[in-house]
């Protein structure tokens, strides 16, 4: 067995035999099979790489590979409990504790929670309000210096002192880049309400000081308003969108 050359179709048996795919075998020795394959390798495979590498390389013997049963029976494992994961993520079921912590312990744990089963339902922007000492009011977070455009974002009060946030066009647009937009997500979460007051103090001192707005057009105090959005189901009256005040800040 150890002097048997293998070429063409039967070299890739030989392969698929000493892999993990070996139970593909009686499929690929099949007759029309061996035939569609033997018409592809040979002419179109084989025998243009034997012209290539011959020249340059001598004949070496054939020598057969040794099974590793071992490492077949852990790899075939693995990969049945990552697709294990996979479904228990999907279908919701828990995963065997016998063998549940091999997964996160070689990192093959998976999530698929961003689309599927279902897309986020809600979304936001943010606003930052804010009052100068000679009353005028500014939005604080366009104010120094990140790019506007494409519909900045608006309040308008109302007569019975109600507010509409208008939505930017391009809600990319209030970032300078993309650090800055998964900065501002974080801080709107509940598990970061500890650095909005850091936030704050930042806003102030990049406002106020280094002579960019001197005397009666420094910041007094601001708000950072989250405007929540939520995005109806299909045939669904949409919901009126849902201003959170995040932080109150006076300089």
Not at 127 to 146: A, C, I, Q, R, S
Not at 175 to 203: E, S, V
Not at 210 to 217: C, D, I, S
Request: net charge positive.
């Amino acid at each position: 067995m150890r002097d048997t050359r293998y070429t063409g179709y039967d070299g890739v048996l030989q392969l698929v035999r000493a892999s993990v795919l070996f139970f593909t075998l009686p499929l690929l020795r099949a007759d029309i099979v061996r035939r569609v394959g033997s018409s592809i390798i040979g002419p179109y495979i084989m025998l243009p790489m034997a012209k290539k590498l011959y020249p340059r390389y001598p004949t070496l013997p054939a020598v057969a590979g040794r099974r590793f049963w071992i490492k077949e029976i852990i790899l075939c494992f693995l990969i049945f409990t990552t697709i294990n994961w996979n479904f228990a993520t999907f279908y919701q079921y828990p995963v065997n504790p016998t063998y549940r912590w091999v997964t996160p312990a070689l990192r093959l744990d998976q999530w698929w929670g961003m689309f599927s089963p279902h897309p986020p339902k809600v979304d936001g922007w943010m606003y930052m309000p804010g009052e100068l000492h000679d009353g005028t009011h500014v939005n604080v977070f366009e104010g120094f210096g990140v790019r506007g455009g494409k519909g900045d974002a608006r309040v308008e009060v109302k007569e019975d002192g109600s507010r509409v946030y208008t939505k930017p066009e391009l809600v990319s647009h209030q970032f300078p880049i993309q650090r800055w937009r998964k900065y501002l997500m974080n801080l709107q979460g509940a598990t970061h309400q500890d650095k909005r007051l850091h936030f704050g103090r930042y806003l102030c001192r990049e406002w106020n000081w280094y002579g960019r707005h001197p005397g009666p057009k420094q910041l007094k105090n601001f708000r950072i308003m989250y405007i929540q959005t939520y995005t109806p189901a299909p045939g669904q009256t949409p919901l009126p969108d849902t201003p959170i005040e995040l932080w109150n800040h006076a300089c």
